[in-house]
């Protein structure tokens, strides 16, 4: 029987070793180069069931080779400009100088959708359950960390990830992707073994166990090897820049700044996550965790990273702790939870944030969203300082979800917002698990995620596999879960509909506004103490329940805020005489809002909207809260410290947005606004605009930016009439119905931005067309195209005046759109201000208008950085007139295209304006104020 067993084992030995995947590599590092010469083996066995005769290896370093792989589009697509504009001996680059196999070359290529995968063809098929060594020699040219943080610095150091080539993951269909800085490699575990040689002026750090270190020279050689690896970040400083701390459970190893703390709170610190980590998750198979500042960077803990540090609200030990934590839990999980990142990411993402979550539970049961300014006068007024820690995750959630951006949690990883990618997403995950948790109580998620991860550890694993366990440990249905809350984006929103009470009960009628089958839960309040709660399931419409009353003062849905819920302002009923179900409440500035109140907020107004005003003085008061609500209203009086007069506005709007449809339509806007400003000196207009919008967008692609708008409006303007203009004789009194399609994609690479516009009059009726294209090329040369052509189909104005007429180069605004700050000055700086519309030119020339017909081509390109040349032609024909040839050319300075620009005239039909007297009275300037504008102009990286 032992001898049975024994000649069992001698069998089963050889496959067991097999099984092992394995890469064997010699790094030879060359910093005044920024090289790593490579030769590796790969050792890979196949545990499918199919036969292979192609291999895939991953080679992420070739991502940025060009200003066209997937990575450097990826860039584009957030407006990223830093890869754009980089030298090339900053960017990357690998080069296979061989691969083999049993000392036969292999043929292998690049593919194309794909440069950092090679497709390499075995000499013989692999079988289920063999094995393939290859042999690679490759030579690796590291890309300057400016672009994803890891890479060469400028000071010579190497923080190093996804720097060799791995072999692509086979589970049925090759798993292989391209690098898009999301951090999401999918690798099979591996034992790693690599011998590395670099000069002894580095300092080598790796979550690899250090077997040997040697000298000869000035060159060091180090044996680094680990058992059971996916991750293998190396780093190599010139200064000793991590720090060990040995714990019970592993050393982890740390350069995150440590907020000044004693070496004592330190090793405390370390020491306490190290338990929170293996009591919640299991003990950890490798002998060290690393986690960087790189890695926090990357993914901090928003909020605690946006203030500086001598008016943080937070503890010192309290931000060092999240910031250990949070970065621990990640790399912890993402060692030992093999998933495909770029499909499963949804189940390390949920498990971090949930663990923060019950860690500041555990730890700091009272800390505020605000901390310490929770508890200062004026401040903590603010409902925002009142709210737990924790209330962050599903506020910020819920802040992409009132936008209609939201994306499901099992959408693929480089489809997502970056957002959402960063955080919506992984914030919904770690509140849906909560939600679970409080819906399925004693302690069974807990439970289930140990089993989980004791059962997949170093294993591939997939969402299915997690919802087996926990459905097995509950009778309680969560199919929900697992299908509307992680695969589509159905928002959950309940209310109550009706109440009627009986002495010692309730009986309620609760409405499901989105029929999205999930468990709501419903209290009983006396004031704000809880009487009870139970959980109400299965609700797809209305449902109606009886429950006691026990001297309650009013039901709640949700009162624990557990459930992330879209509309939280209609979960109250009164129960006693009141005339409201929830209080008006006025605040001053805006706030988060306080589901238990209708809030009216009052905003200060301190604005300089033209030079006939001045500076505004003033107050609005409106109902918008930080998260976005679907009607809003807004009325503003306010003072023109210069104009002495009273001006303001009023603006209604309703935003329906349209969840199913096939043709794209993302949203309806209805508003309308009422305004009175001054459009000269002690001149007013009053300007009455009802309309609609419609946006359409690719809702399965929101990272397109693509967008096209149809729009109807109806413009009514009143102005004083200055009896003193000759320029403007006509009727001050008008309206215009103006329809227009805007189609729009803005990329940074490729922008194309179109519109037809049609407006109807008394007095005129004309229709417009403006193209727009700007290109961005390779080697960072910028060429901008602008055509524009308008035409009356109708005009009766002309005799009077040129008000309504098409202009050369400074559009008389009829309509009040545009952000003049001088709009009725003919001379002066304010008159010299641009806005690029109608016929866009640059020179004043003497035939400003047109009263017939328009057409214009306006151009420009780079001449060195942000100095461009630019040229502007066109026809434009008046009544009674020839058609007239206009021209001009000049210097364009871009800061920042569209906002902040300057125009030098150069040569025109004037002649050369350059030569001529009073030029800086010729000088053109764009420039933007506004700061909603201008922040558009960063928030577009993140939507």
Excluded: C
């Excluded at 004693?262 to 003990?283: A, F, H, R, W």
């Excluded at 047109?850 to 780079?862: D, F, K, L, Q, V």
């Amino acid at each position: 029987m032992k001898l049975s067993f024994l000649s069992s084992l001698f069998i089963l030995l050889p496959i067991l070793l097999l099984s092992q995947n394995k890469i064997d590599l010699k790094a030879n590092f060359d910093a005044e180069k920024k090289q790593i010469k490579i030769a590796q083996t790969i050792t890979y066995f196949n545990n499918s069931e199919a036969t292979l005769d192609t291999i895939y290896l991953n080679d992420w370093n070739q991502s940025f080779a060009t200003k066209t792989t997937p990575l450097a589009k990826r860039f584009a697509e957030e407006y990223n400009t830093d890869f754009h504009f980089a030298k090339n001996d900053d960017r990357g680059y690998s080069v296979i100088t061989s691969i083999k196999q049993n000392q036969q070359e292999l043929e292998f290529d690049r593919l194309i959708d794909h440069i950092d995968v090679v497709k390499v063809a075995l000499k013989s098929p692999l079988k289920p359950n063999e094995s393939y060594t290859i042999h690679l020699n490759y030579i690796v040219q590291v890309p300057s960390d400016k672009f994803t943080r890891y890479g060469i610095t400028s000071q010579g150091e190497f923080n190093l990830r996804y720097w060799y080539m791995t072999p692509a993951v086979y589970n049925g269909e090759w798993q292989y992707a391209s690098n898009k800085n999301l951090d999401d490699l999918f690798i099979p575990v591996a034992d790693l073994s690599f011998e590395l040689q670099f000069p002894n002026t580095y300092h080598v750090t790796s979550e690899l166990d250090q077997k040997d270190i040697s000298q000869k020279d000035s060159i060091l050689t180090v044996i680094l090897e680990g058992k059971d690896r996916v991750n293998s970040k190396l780093f190599l400083n010139k200064t000793k820049a991590f720090n060990q701390v040995q714990t019970d459970y592993f050393t982890m190893v740390s350069n995150i700044d440590d907020e000044n703390l004693s070496m004592i709170d330190n090793l405390v610190i370390t020491d306490q996550i190290s338990e929170y980590l293996t009591k919640n998750l299991g003990p950890y198979p490798h002998e060290k965790l690393l986690i960087t500042s790189i890695d926090y960077r990357k993914n901090p803990i928003y909020g605690l990273n946006l203030l500086p540090n001598f008016i943080r609200p937070f503890p010192d030990k309290f931000q060092y702790e999240l910031k250990i934590l949070k970065t621990a839990l990640n790399n912890y999980l993402d060692n030992i939870i093999i998933t495909n990142p770029r499909k499963d990411q949804w189940i390390i993402d949920g498990l971090q944030t949930y663990y923060l979550m019950k860690y500041v539970e555990e730890f700091y049961p009272d800390m505020k969203l605000a901390g310490s300014l929770s508890r200062i006068w004026g401040i903590r007024s603010f409902h925002a300082t009142q709210l737990d820690f924790n209330d962050q995750y599903a506020f910020l959630y819920m802040h992409m979800a009132r936008e209609n951006l939201d994306q499901p949690l099992s959408m693929e990883k480089d489809s997502l917002l970056k957002f959402n990618k960063n955080i919506a997403n992984k914030y919904k995950a770690g509140v849906g698990l909560r939600y679970v948790d409080n819906y399925i109580n004693k302690d069974v998620l807990e439970n289930s995620i140990k089993e989980y991860i004791s059962t997949y550890a170093l294993k591939e694993t997939t969402t299915k596999d997690f919802e087996t366990i926990l459905q097995a440990n509950t009778s309680k249905d969560l199919n929900w879960f697992f299908t509307d809350y992680l695969n589509t984006k159905k928002r959950i929103d309940f209310t109550i509909t009706d109440v009627e009470e009986s002495r010692d009960s309730v009986k309620l009628t609760i409405q499901n506004k989105t029929q999205t089958n999930v468990p709501i839960s419903l209290f009983v309040l006396n004031k704000d103490t809880v009487v009870s709660k139970i959980w109400l399931e299965n609700i797809t419409d209305t449902k109606t329940v009886t429950i006691p009353k026990e001297d309650g003062t009013k039901v709640v849905l949700n009162h624990d805020l557990i459930v992330p819920e879209f509309n939280q302002r209609d979960n109250t009923k009164s129960l006693t005489n009141s005339l409201l179900n929830r209080p008006i409440q006025f605040r001053l500035f805006k706030d988060i809002e306080d589901p238990s109140y209708n809030q009216v907020f009052f905003m200060p107004i301190i604005e300089f909207d033209n030079i006939y005003d001045g500076i505004v003085l003033g107050v609005k008061a409106y109902n918008k809260t930080i998260l976005k609500k679907r009607f809003y209203y807004k009325v503003s009086p306010q003072y023109g410290t210069r104009s002495n007069s009273l001006t303001g506005g009023i603006t209604l709007n309703y935003n329906q947005y349209i969840e199913n449809n096939d043709i794209n339509l993302f949203s309806i806007n209805y508003g309308i606004s009422a305004s009175y400003s001054s459009y000269a000196e002690d001149l007013f207009v009053r300007k009455l605009t009802p309309g609609v919008s419609l946006l359409f967008r690719d809702k399965e692609n929101l990272m397109s930016n693509k967008k096209q708008y149809v729009s109807m409006r109806y413009v009514d303007i009143n102005r004083d009439q200055d009896l003193g203009l000759d320029a403007d004789d006509t009727e001050p009194n008008y309206s215009v119905l103006d329809l227009r399609y805007n189609n729009i994609n803005k990329g940074l690479e490729d922008y194309i931005s179109w519109f037809t516009d049609v407006q109807f009059s008394k007095d005129f009726g004309k229709v417009a067309f403006n193209f727009e294209y700007r290109k961005l090329t390779e080697k960072s040369r910028q060429y901008n195209l602008r055509l524009f052509a308008g035409a009356f189909l109708y005009n009766d104005s002309y005799k009077t005046s040129d008000y309504f007429s098409f202009a050369l180069d400074r559009p008389t605004d009829y309509l009040f759109d545009y952000n003049y700050y001088g709009r009725s000055e003919d001379t002066g700086l304010f008159s010299q201000q641009i806005i690029i519309a109608e016929g866009g030119f640059k020179s004043k020339l003497d035939t400003p208008y047109a009263n017939e017909w328009i057409g214009t081509i306006n151009g420009s390109t780079t001449i060195w950085k942000y100095i461009l040349g630019y040229g502007d032609i066109g026809l434009l024909k008046n009544h009674g007139q020839e058609a007239q040839f206009v021209y001009d050319t000049g210097i364009r300075v871009s800061l920042i295209p569209d906002y902040f620009e300057l125009y030098f005239p150069v040569y025109s039909n004037l002649g050369w304006e350059i030569a001529q007297s009073q030029y800086a009275e010729k000088i053109r300037f764009v420039v933007t104020l506004d700061f909603k504008t201008l922040f558009g102009l960063f928030s577009r990286r993140w939507y």
